[in-house]
């Protein structure tokens, strides 16, 4: 019996039970006016704690939803700063490298170069593409009420 009730509904069942025994039985026990209205009232409150409950499921789901979301940004804004790191370094050591090639008048430099800076392009193709998935997210966010 103890597993199939809810905490609540245990409790409620031995003070009905400790009361009946403390008067001596069902057939001693005094049927008042208030006994009857909270008899009766009963499914009423029953049906409001069950409304309760299902706003606080879906108040829950809410907030995971909305957490999920804020996590999910947080991590596109880390991915966004590395990709920028990544092109600023890209970008620099093509710089170097072209520089190299000047000075010392090779080639070899000057194709290494070029591959660093399609490589950075590359980056800031997807680095555009995450700032369009970031934007729509935060907007979804703040449209999520």
Do not use: C
């Amino acid at each position: 019996m103890v597993e199939n009730l809810k905490e609540h509904s245990l409790i409620a069942h031995r003070v009905i039970n400790d009361h009946v025994h403390s008067v001596g039985g069902l057939l001693n026990i005094a049927y008042t006016k208030e006994l009857l209205l909270s008899a009766a009232s009963a499914r009423q409150k029953y049906h409001i704690y069950l409304d309760d409950q299902r706003r606080l499921k879906q108040d829950e789901k809410k907030t995971q939803k909305r957490k999920g979301m804020m996590e999910e940004i947080t991590q596109m804004k880390a991915k966004k700063k590395r990709m920028e790191e990544d092109i600023r370094v890209l970008m620099k050591s093509a710089d170097n490298n072209a520089e190299k090639a000047e000075s010392q008048g090779q080639l070899s430099f000057i194709s290494k170069s070029n591959g660093l800076r399609r490589a950075a392009k590359e980056k800031e193709r997807h680095l555009e593409t995450l700032e369009r998935q970031l934007t729509d997210k935060l907007k979804e966010l703040r449209d999520t009420p």
